[in-house]
């Protein structure tokens, strides 16, 4: 169970979250085991079905954070007060959610809470990876120098992301045109030259049987197909949602033939640009680690991540647990991983791998753009001409037969 608390450090420190136990009991004494004066603990409230789906809508997007970072790292570099800096954005923040979130941040902030603890209380807006980053930065005092790399991080990531997806926007445009086309041709034209070629006992090909049946099935039942889709979309999208959903789709998306490797590519760059971010802002390497095992966006990989930092903390290096996992991590990055360990300059070539497979993930995109539309058109091209086959064959039958 999760639960709820507020509790004070031995320095008087409030502090707000969340801690997981069997019963209230056990929640209190975790917290107390910690050195922490436990002012209330609350059971956390169990999120409803559809919370999935207002929290969709409640999201910040990466643009806004983006902005707000490099706006907030400009104030204070200016060497405006945090808490006007915060009431400032907000009053120029036009995304309702951050703005109402900047403005319980400036609360917050207000009554006591660190800036992290205030942030760590909005992950639909702060990440664990942001809130790590602000956290170490208050300790060096450098939280305009890590705002600055956060926005510069989740610009690259944005861009590296929407090229990924942009790529795939016109295969499924094409597909979905073409099932519109299939559906009206099977609905609407097929159920009504169907009865002329059964009155003049014309030879119906195979497909066209099926295409008129199909026809007839949906324009008497479609309100239940809809009703069967709909349902089973829900199921399929509410267990993706799921950890053991997420674990599915990640191995099959990289077990996928054509995407293994783009994707493989797309999660190595996320994965060195977020830890040479990390290791700048002087988070302990196993730290780093964890925090972008827990950021990467892949089950797989973060799996592989939060071993790596196991093996960190008990003195191995991140090179050689790296290099365990080849299938994941290219034995270019574990040699230069190996290389910044012996110079002491590992966030300096963890942004160079990050850059490099970037580049290349960006070439993947291009030319699989390029290959992807030629073979798209093909396909379609078959599929329709052998729908509209199925039209006219038994029409040129039914012409033949006078």
């Given at each position: ?156 990531q944005t861009v590296l992301i929407s090229k990924v997806k942009g790529a795939l926007i016109y295969p499924v445009v094409m597909v979905v045109l073409f099932l519109i086309v299939g559906g009206i041709i099977a609905t609407v ?214």
């Amino acid at each position: 169970m999760k639960f709820k608390y507020k509790a004070r450090t031995k320095t008087g420190e409030l502090q707000v979250g969340f801690v997981d136990g069997g019963n209230r009991n056990i929640a209190t004494g975790t917290l107390q085991s910690h050195g922490l004066f436990v002012l209330s603990v609350e059971e956390a409230e169990g999120k409803k079905w559809y919370d999935r789906f207002v929290g969709y809508f409640e999201q910040v997007k990466p643009k806004d954070m983006m902005i707000f970072s490099r706006q907030f790292a400009t104030m204070l570099g200016a060497k405006v007060p945090l808490n006007d800096s915060l009431k400032t954005i907000q009053a120029q923040t036009s995304n309702p959610t951050l703005r109402e979130v900047v403005g319980e941040v400036s609360r917050d902030v207000d009554g006591g809470l660190a800036l992290s603890q205030a942030m760590e209380r909005h992950p639909q807006a702060f990440s664990g990876f942001y809130v790590n980053m602000i956290r170490s930065a208050e300790v060096t005092g450098r939280v305009e120098e890590a705002t600055g790399y956060l926005a510069d991080h989740i610009e690259r990531q944005t861009v590296l992301i929407s090229k990924v997806k942009g790529a795939l926007i016109y295969p499924v445009v094409m597909v979905v045109l073409f099932l519109i086309v299939g559906g009206i041709i099977a609905t609407v034209v097929l159920p009504q030259i169907g009865p002329i070629f059964e009155e003049a006992d014309v030879d119906v090909p195979f497909f066209t049987k099926i295409l008129i049946q199909g026809g007839e099935f949906l324009s008497s039942w479609w309100w239940m197909v809809l009703l069967g889709v709909a349902f089973v979309a829900f199921v399929v999208y509410d267990y993706f949602k799921t950890d053991e959903g997420r674990v599915v789709v990640d191995e099959l998306v990289l077990r996928t033939p054509g995407f293994s490797k783009l994707l493989k590519q797309l999660h190595v760059a996320r994965f060195a640009e977020s830890l040479s971010v990390l290791l700048r802002g002087a988070i302990p390497i196993a730290q780093a680690v964890e925090i972008t095992g827990q950021t990467i966006g892949s089950p797989a990989y973060g799996d592989i991540l939060n071993t790596a930092a196991d093996d960190i903390r008990k003195g191995e290096l991140l090179s050689q647990s790296l290099a365990k996992h080849q299938e994941f991590f290219p034995p270019f990055v574990s040699q230069m991983a190996a290389i910044g360990e012996k110079t002491g300059r590992l966030e300096e070539l963890m942004g160079r791998v990050g850059d490099f497979y970037t580049r290349e993930v960006d070439t993947m995109v291009g030319n699989l753009v390029e290959l992807v539309q030629p073979v798209l058109m093909v396909v379609i091209g078959v599929l329709v001409g052998g729908l509209f086959a199925s039209i006219l064959v038994p029409i040129y039958n039914l012409v033949q037969s006078f």
